[in-house]
């Protein structure tokens, strides 16, 4: 090494091309993801005690998602059947009948209205209930007629104007809404979404805080090197890197294994969930998470990990 | 290249390391800190590296305050200048080759010319063979030489030392100094903090000699009387 030779390689390394910098960098980074990832398979029970809580953590969230996302299920397809049943009484005039029909048709908050006479309520019983025998055995038909009523639209207050409407009417015994039972789990589903978002960020804190405290110590184990790094001239940037990148693992691998979890419960649950829905026909069937809620449990845990990691580094790396 | 303008330091306590200090190295010039432990070697040394914040005075390094530098700016100041530590300061959870290319990995080195320059730093301190070796497996000496290799493999222009021979017997001493005197011969700017009296008088060079945080002395040439009255104030 003479002078010259000096002078001219440390000109050398201030004159890097963008390009060969950026592959540096890239490098570095991956340098530094792998080597985050092989530190936690250094100390696996440690690891895996923090993967362990993450996972429990988001899986609640998660459970609850799925459980709500199976029972809008009902409600979507219940919401269909948004009738309100109008009970005639006995010995009405067929020209009272049709009026009261042509009356509702013509209703604003109607889309249609059907007439069922009471031996088609007594067949559609018959068949519905399996109970065809009982029907035929008994002397006179004990069903009134009735017109069903679609209302125009699934909204609780329509059925309510329509009953109030129709409730008066001559012909009429009494009108019955189907909607009430409905009603109850929409407020139900409203609950289930509530309770996941509020579980989401409180269990989000929790993974915050459970990756920041394993990045705290891992930050206290490395303070030999940190101290090193700091003294020949390691930007806060560099020191930090390696654990920001523990901090994306845990919150990934945390979130994989959330799923898995999930995954195997649903496997569990399957058999016996299908038997149950058979009950309510053949339409309905039990869902998982589904791709893009499974895309935002790994992005989120990953994010979160980050975050918990960073905010340990912001508050322990200052030390140095 | 260093300049220091009655530079005081106070420890947060009351203990005052340094009184008024000044003095100029010029560049590619090397110069022995000495006096006794606790009279203000590593204090001094820690101003330059920033580790510390003078209470007083100035200091400039290649014409630059850096008392004035911002924070965020100190990390790229301090690569320009090597350190060699009395403990040499080396990671245990990696070879002698990793430990040299810390410095490199650090300003953002392609991996081959790193490489590269970390085994030309090995080469000169002699230890090229022990690159795979983990550094708790080798000497005293040996890891002292690592530390000297990671301080100069990204060629800074300056070059501290704080007691790198403290550790070391007379022998392995005298060689490190060598070492430190080729650097400078390729134009180094060097400061060794050392209170090894009767080896670094033999060495001819700048002597400074601290007593009590006030620079007592600013010998260009010391001379062998300096050193046999010195050698009787050791501690």
């Given at each position: 090494m003479t002078p010259a030779a000096n002078s001219r390689s440390s000109n050398s390394k201030t004159t890097l091309s963008p390009g060969q910098r950026f592959k540096a960098w890239v490098a570095l980074h991956r340098e530094c993801a792998v080597d985050a990832l092989r530190r936690l398979q250094q100390q696996p029970a440690g690891s895996a005690m923090t993967l362990a809580v993450i996972a429990i953590a988001l899986l609640l969230p998660a459970l609850l998602y799925v459980t709500g996302k199976n029972l809008s299920q009902f409600d979507n397809s219940l919401a269909q059947a948004n009738r309100v049943t109008v009970y005639l009484q006995t010995d009405v005039d067929a020209s009272v009948i049709d009026e009261l029909q042509q009356q509702m048709a013509a209703h604003?908050?109607?889309s249609s209205a059907h007439y069922i006479s009471p031996e088609q309520a007594a067949a559609d019983f018959a068949e519905w209930s399996g109970l065809g025998d009982v029907v035929d055995s008994l002397?006179?038909?004990p069903l009134p007629a009735s017109i069903v009523i679609q209302a125009s639209d699934t909204r609780y207050e329509t059925a309510q104007q329509l009953q109030e409407t129709f409730?008066?009417?001559?012909?009429?015994d009494f009108v019955q809404m189907d909607q009430l039972w409905l009603q109850r789990l929409d407020s139900f589903l409203s609950l289930t979404q509530r309770a996941v978002i509020a579980l989401i960020v409180v269990l989000s804190l929790a993974v915050l805080f459970i990756t920041g405290n394993s990045i705290r110590t891992s930050i206290a184990s490395r303070e030999a090197e940190i101290r090193v790094m700091n003294l020949i001239g390691a930007t806060n940037g560099f020191i930090a890197r390696p654990f920001l990148y523990s901090g994306l693992w845990y919150g990934l691998l945390g979130g994989a294994l959330a799923w898995i979890l999930l995954a195997l419960l649903m496997l569990v649950l399957r058999g016996p969930a299908t038997e149950l829905l058979a009950y309510y026909g053949n339409q309905y069937q039990l869902q998982g998470l589904g791709t893009s809620a499974s895309a935002v449990l790994l992005g989120g845990s990953a994010v979160l990990g980050w975050l918990g990691a960073r905010l340990s580094v912001s508050r322990h790396l200052t030390r140095f | 290249m260093i300049r220091f303008d009655d530079v005081s330091k106070r420890y947060?306590?009351?203990?005052?390391?340094?009184?008024q200090v000044s003095f100029e190295l010029e560049k590619g010039e090397m110069a022995f800190l000495t006096g006794r432990?606790?009279?203000?070697k590593s204090t001094l040394l820690k101003l330059i590296m920033l580790i510390e914040q003078l209470n007083q005075g100035q200091i400039l390094v290649g014409g630059r305050n850096?008392?004035?530098?911002?924070p965020r700016q100190v990390p790229y100041y301090r690569r320009r200048i090597g350190v060699v530590f009395q403990d040499h300061?080396?990671?245990?959870?990696?070879s002698v080759f990793d430990n040299v290319m810390l410095p490199l990995q650090i300003e953002g080195y392609d991996k081959h010319e790193a490489a590269r320059r970390v085994r030309a730093a090995l080469d000169k301190v002699g230890l090229l063979d022990k690159e795979?070796?983990?550094?708790?497996?080798?000497s005293g000496g040996e890891q002292q030489r690592v530390g000297i290799a990671r301080a100069v493999v990204n060629r800074p222009q300056i070059l501290l030392a704080d007691?790198?021979?403290?550790?070391?017997d007379p022998e392995l001493a005298a060689e490190i100094m060598v070492l430190f005197e080729q650097f400078n011969q390729v134009g180094v700017c060097m400061l060794i903090a050392s209170h090894d009296l009767s080896l670094i008088t033999r060495l001819k060079h700048r002597m400074l000699t601290l007593d009590q945080g006030r620079l007592i002395k600013d010998e260009h040439q010391p001379s062998r009387a300096a050193a046999t009255n010195h050698t009787g104030q050791r501690t």
């Open positions: 604003d908050l109607v002397a006179t038909n409730d008066d009417a001559p012909g009429v | 947060p306590g009351g203990h005052e390391a340094l009184k432990s606790g009279a203000g850096i008392n004035r530098l911002p300061q080396l990671l245990f959870d990696r795979k070796l983990n550094p708790i497996t080798i007691e790198p021979t403290g550790n070391l």
